[in-house]
């Protein structure tokens, strides 16, 4: 009777991982499109990296100059920096930061015109 049990068991999890192993993604089609030539796709992933990668930079970059201002304002406030110090630091992080937002979507812009 074990022996039955055990054989049933193999075969509910062998058709179970034939089942699973039938639903592994390939590798996805990139946003732009699907193409024969080589440089093309190469470029459409590019664009799709950058897109991703790029985002998930400038929202590190953000939330790093929000605890940076934050910071430096509580540093104001007891008295170890300077109120110069604090503007200064939030408008170069202001200008760093949207600078680098135009040349996310500068380079985006580039590689969807390809």
Known sequence: MSHFISRTF???LAATT?????KVPTNPKPTQGDSDNILEMVLYYAYDILLYGG?????FCAIYFIGHVWDIYNQTREGRKTK???????VIGAALL???IWGLNYGLDVLSGV
């Open 98 to 100: 949207l600078i680098s």
């Open 18 to 22: 034939l089942s699973v192993a039938a």
């Open 10 to 12: 193999v075969g509910a």
């Open 55 to 59: 985002t998930v930079f400038l929202a």
């Open 84 to 90: 110069k110090d604090l503007l200064t630091d939030t």
